[in-house]
């Protein structure tokens, strides 16, 4: 009877795990017959669609590949979540072929005045809830990494939130927004699909030669039950002013007789050319 409900046990184990698995994450959802990069350096290239196959070779950070083919198998680590897929390679003047993590891939890349910038997830860690201390959550971190030929000169990295937040990802690259010294802004956005699932603008200004994170603007909303949304305005924007960016936070809640309850908040961040300081 023991080894019954032993079998039982690992059975109902196995199903359960079977249906995590069944879930990737749809920032890492990339098409096929497109190019794409190595985010992870040390990114192992494996004969098979999966950890315990062997290993046919290694790839560094900003290595160019080709999406050959999305497979069903689903790997989970942390709170990312991603299909395996087929690429091929140049390497030493030899194309190659083996199956690749999509987790270890940039979830998106730019090239700008000889500079490659990527944006991708490196890992899940375990936090405490600012409402609740005695809580452990799951978030994510995310960095993104600026290289200049083969070298990485700078990263910075930033939190992402849970895994819910991952069906949807962007990163682009913006003007100086007239800020002294900055040479470009890069953001970097991810976003849920469902109702009261928080979305993460991650804006980053990069100056000589250095990568430089602004706190990180946070949005969710349920319908027109309630919303929170934070933004930047940056001195070429309405209402901006020289050398500082504002920060601007807007809530709205109803209450049981469907009143809209709203609050507004503000603050300015002065830039002196190298950093930047709340007034």
């Known amino acids: 009877m023991k080894t ?3 079998v039982l046990f690992l059975f109902i184990v196995q199903v359960f795990s079977a249906q995590e698995e069944s879930y990737a994450n749809g920032i890492f959802n990339f ?3 497109k190019t794409q990069k190595i985010f992870t350096d ?5 004969q098979e669609p999966n950890v315990n196959s062997q290993i046919l070779d290694s790839l560094q950070t900003n290595q160019q590949i080709l999406i050959l083919k999305k497979e069903e198998i689903i790997l989970q680590l942390g709170e990312r979540s991603s299909n395996w897929y087929r690429i091929s390679y140049q390497k030493d003047d030899k194309t190659s072929e083996g199956y690749v993590w999509g987790g270890n891939l940039a979830v998106g890349y730019r090239n700008k005045n000889g500079y490659d910038f990527l944006f991708g997830l490196t890992k899940t860690i375990s936090k405490k809830d600012k409402q609740y ?3 452990l959550i799951k978030q994510n971190i995310a960095s993104v990494k600026a290289i200049q030929g083969n070298t990485l000169i700078d990263e910075v990295s930033f939190d992402t939130g849970s895994g819910e937040s991952l069906s949807y990802g962007t990163f682009s690259i913006e003007s100086n927004h007239k800020l002294q010294n900055v040479e470009l802004t890069l953001k970097a956005v991810v ?6 699932i928080a979305s993460y603008d991650q804006y980053i200004l990069f100056r000589d030669k ?4 602004l706190p990180q603007l946070m949005s969710v909303g349920d319908a027109d ?3 929170h949304s934070e933004e930047f305005v940056f001195p070429n924007d309405k209402g901006g002013i020289p050398n500082a960016f504002i920060f601007k936070m807007e809530e709205m809640e109803k209450d049981d007789k469907d009143r809209e309850k709203k609050k507004k908040s503000s603050k300015v961040y002065l830039w002196d050319g ?3 300081k709340m007034k």
């Open 133 to 135: 201390p005695e809580t």
């Open 191 to 196: 976003s849920g699909e469902a109702c009261g």
């Open 4 to 6: 019954f409900f032993t």
């Open 210 to 213: 250095k990568l430089i994170a």
């Open 274 to 276: 190298n950093s930047y």
């Open 42 to 46: 040390w990114t192992r290239i494996r």
């Open 225 to 227: 039950v309630y919303y």
């Open 31 to 33: 098409e096929e017959n």
